[in-house]
């Protein structure tokens, strides 16, 4: 899974922010705010790497067991997914 080009993630006044880019400024009508962890979760999404791969990044970098990553991740995904942002 990879998220699609064409988005830009910044930290502005201490808030993660995605915001799209170009063709996407037009498609996308939106703008996401994350969380530190959903913020961790897009800056290694933006390589093609599997849920199995994130759980084990996730898990080495946060305090939190590999299920309950992994149902985080998955909830994630699925979100990511349903506003068609992965490639």
């Known amino acids: 899974m990879k998220i699609k080009n064409g988005f830009a993630k910044r930290n ?3 808030s993660n922010i995605v915001v799209p880019v170009g063709k996407n400024a037009r498609e996308f009508n939106a703008m996401i705010t994350l969380n530190d962890t959903g913020s ?4 290694i999404f933006q390589k093609d790497i599997t849920i199995d791969e994130a759980v084990e990044l996730i898990t080495a970098e946060y305090d ?23 490639e």
């Open 40 to 43: 961790f979760l897009w800056d």
């Open 64 to 86: 939190v067991s590999a299920d309950v990553a992994r149902a985080d991740i998955e909830k994630f995904t699925k979100l990511l997914s349903d506003n068609d942002l992965f």
């Open 12 to 14: 502005i006044a201490g």
